[in-house]
């Protein structure tokens, strides 16, 4: 399993099997004071699930980390679980959208951070953003 796409957003949802991205693609929050509560973000991405991956668990976790790499929360432990859709042939992969909304998340200071999605000690992929105090 691998993701094909991910990125930050001020809103997504999965519906019918499709991703919607609403503001999509930043990587800066301009701020006034710390700690700052960010009213509402969404992180969103697309898993590729391969043929031979189908019909069986797959766990993943989804973390925010600092720029030390330190884990903050919130963190996303979930499972995966696909078939192989009609109309399939074999080897066909199956691309799966996600969204997870962050609604008030405490930033606690300036810099970098970074969403991480990995399974086991396998990382899939890393989209930073960074904190960044106006003067």
Do not use: C
Request: glycine content about 8%; cysteine-free.
């Amino acid at each position: 399993m691998d993701v094909t796409a991910a990125m930050l957003a001020d809103a997504a949802a999965v519906q019918g099997g499709k991703l919607y991205i609403h503001g999509g693609g930043w990587n800066a929050i301009s701020v006034e004071s710390l700690p700052v509560t960010h009213p509402s973000m969404a992180f969103a991405w697309v898993f590729r699930v391969e043929y031979a991956e189908a019909l069986q668990d797959i766990q993943f976790v989804v973390e925010l980390l600092d720029e030390d790499d330190t884990p903050l929360d919130p963190r996303l432990e979930a499972a995966i679980n696909v078939g192989h859709p009609p109309g399939s042939r074999r080897g066909d992969p199956t691309f799966v959208p996600f969204q997870w909304t962050l609604p008030l998340l405490i930033l606690p200071r300036v810099g970098g951070y970074r969403f991480r999605i990995r399974i086991e000690d396998r990382e899939l992929v890393s989209v930073p953003f960074r904190v960044i105090q106006r003067r």
